[in-house]
């Protein structure tokens, strides 16, 4: 769908607009009261999101993402499905990342919000790589609070198990003036250490290469800066994915800079391992996150 299209269907004056980058990736661009927002068709990928009351971004996005098709946009929050990590011969993280989506629905709400749902379906090029009839959708809802629903259904005859997550990059301003809460306690899987079960008691705070998988009980998430806290509630998971891939990691990226490591972390509602999904024949599923950001 071009972009006089989008405009004519699913704009709304002063609040949603749509043009494209200079690489012809579509935007949607989204002013209310209380945020703007940023979003590509392209892996229905949130760019940015940055609250009036704040004044900068609660997203990191690379300045050396590429934006190219067959190219996961580093930063932002990816949308990691209907797996999640590494699968033999197949790309990382599933295949919703790096295909465009289609625009559905464009909403004014009230309390000054503004939501738009955006919809991705099986093609001969997903099946090839996950032999399965779905129809995924994304709802954003912006203002004081933002708000993403990943919804999966099985459009298929059989039943079909997926791993997911919302790959958020949250931006700092230095990652060793960070404090994460409300982890304290719970089982984690560290991928720094071949996958060995640790638990801690304290908040978490980042001074090297951080890769955990934490089984927790979905509570509030809380990234607390000197100047700020960043909060996140998800509903319909239990697990939380924290990232960050400090020095040696970070110089391998060819999208990021060599010093982002100090600049972001990774905080991830996710269902993986025992929190993956089952759906039947015309089942569905909402991953639901929230994220705002506090003084």
């Known amino acids: 769908m071009d972009i006089e299209t989008l405009n004519s269907l699913y704009s ?12 012809g990736f579509p935007l949607a661009l989204i002013t209310t009261p209380d945020a703007t927002a940023v979003i590509t068709l392209y892996g229905a990928h949130l760019l940015s999101y940055r609250p009036h009351t704040d004044g900068r971004d609660v997203l990191f996005l690379s300045e050396k993402a ?17 797996w999640f990590g590494s699968r033999d011969h ?13 625009v559905i629905d464009s909403e004014l709400l009230e309390n000054d919000e503004c939501a738009l749902t955006f919809e991705l379906t099986d093609t001969p ?19 004081k609070k933002l708000t993403m629903e990943l919804t999966t259904h099985n ?24 404090t994460i809460r409300g982890l304290e306690g719970c089982v984690y899987s560290d991928k720094t250490d071949h996958g060995a079960e640790k638990r801690d008691h304290d908040p978490i705070t980042i001074t090297g290469e951080v890769d955990r998988v934490y089984h927790y009980d979905g509570g509030e998430i809380g990234i607390e800066e000197e100047t700020r806290t960043l909060h996140i509630a998800s509903e319909g998971s239990k697990t939380a994915v924290v990232w960050n891939p400090w020095i040696r990691v970070c110089a391998q990226k060819a999208d990021l800079d060599a010093q982002d490591y100090q600049k972001m972390v990774c905080v991830e509602s996710a269902t993986i391992g025992e929190d993956s999904i089952t759906l ?11 994220y705002w950001s506090t003084k």
Not at 90 to 102: E, I, K, Q, T, Y
């Open 12 to 23: 709304h004056a002063g609040w949603v607009t749509f043009t494209h980058k200079e690489n």
């Open 125 to 143: 090029q997903t099946y090839a790589l996950w032999a399965h009839r779905f129809t995924l959708t994304l709802r954003v809802t912006v203002g």
């Open 280 to 290: 039947h024949p015309n089942e569905s599923f909402t991953l639901k996150t929230t």
């Open 90 to 102: 197949s790309p990382d993280h599933g295949v919703a990342r790096s295909r465009m989506w289609s």
């Open 155 to 178: 459009d298929d005859t059989v039943p079909f198990t997926i791993t997911q997550a919302l790959h958020t990059y949250f931006s700092l301003h230095d990652i060793t003036q960070t």
């Open 66 to 82: 590429i934006f190219q098709e067959g190219t996961p946009i580093r930063g932002g929050v990816p949308i990691c499905w209907p």
